[in-house]
């Protein structure tokens, strides 16, 4: 089980960190990847991050205002978003897949999702 956390209703600008935390398995052997949805919209990649952290990918619509890290001990995964815009706005899910490496932007053969938490940026 995935469980999000973090999300919230913030102004453009402002900074959010959302939080995974994994219960009943070790997030060590997985890639974990945060994905968003908006209204109307497809779910998209954000970012992903390998087992042990070696690799990060990012969408260009996030570079150098989003860093993924980990916390394998915490079994815990972060997302640190800065100079959140109003198309940051969603709800945002974590997924997890064994594997070594990220297989980023694809969704696919992610065996654990969360149930999402809702982010929006207004003013």
């Known amino acids: 089980q995935l469980v999000e956390s973090g999300g919230g209703l913030v102004q453009p600008g402002e900074s959010l960190t959302l939080s995974c935390v994994a219960s009943?398995?070790?997030?060590?052997?997985?890639?974990i990847g945060w994905f968003r949805q908006a209204p109307g919209k497809e779910r998209e990649g954000v970012s992903c991050?390998?087992?042990?952290?070696?690799?990060?990918d990012y969408t260009s619509k996030v570079v150098g205002r989003v860093t993924i890290s980990r916390d394998n001990a915490k079994n815990t995964v972060y997302l640190h978003m800065n100079s959140l815009q109003p198309g940051d706005t969603g709800v945002y899910y974590c997924?997890?897949?064994?594997?070594?490496?990220?297989?980023?932007?694809?969704?696919?053969?992610?065996?654990?999702w969360g149930q999402g938490t809702q982010v929006t940026v207004s003013s």
């Open positions: 997924a997890a897949r064994r594997s070594t490496f990220c297989l980023f932007p694809s969704s696919e053969g992610y065996e654990y």
């Open positions: 009943g398995f070790s997030l060590a052997d997985y890639s």
């Open positions: 991050i390998s087992p042990w952290g070696a690799s990060k």
